[in-house]
């Protein structure tokens, strides 16, 4: 599986943003897609994931209410739209693929099976 994030940038505090992950390979259906994030100084977290079977979604707390998964099967794509964004969610955003979890466990532990690169976004005060 090949994962290619685009759609960071620079945007103003309370603006928004959607983030791409186009991802290539003929097993996808097996995968949780999710996105993660790392700020200058701090570890990589967890923001949101989806299932490709199904859809289903979750969030972390940081960003519930706030950001979308969401993914088109046709093109094979999951999207993060993020909204009301902060200066805290500056960050390079990763998209990831991992098989056997789900939704709620793909911020579980260590293992990822693909990372895409990041890419990053900033949202100024």
């Known amino acids: 599986v090949q994962l290619q994030a685009s759609g960071g940038g620079l945007v103003q505090a309370g603006g928004s943003l959607r983030l791409s992950c186009a991802a290539s390979?003929?097993?996808?259906?097996?995968?949780?897609m999710g996105w993660f994030r790392q700020a200058p100084g701090k570890e990589r977290e967890f923001v949101a994931a989806?299932?490709?079977?199904?859809?289903?979604?979750f969030y972390s707390d940081s960003v519930k209410g706030r950001f979308t998964i969401s993914r088109d099967n046709a093109k094979n794509t999951v999207y993060l739209q993020m909204n009301s964004l902060e200066p805290e969610d500056t960050a390079v955003y990763y998209c990831a693929a991992r098989s056997f979890t789900t939704a709620q466990t793909m911020g579980v532990g260590q293992r990822i099976d693909y990372w895409g690169q990041g890419t990053l976004v900033t949202v100024s005060s």
């Open positions: 390979g003929r097993t996808l259906s097996r995968y949780v």
């Open positions: 989806i299932r490709w079977s199904g859809g289903t979604t």
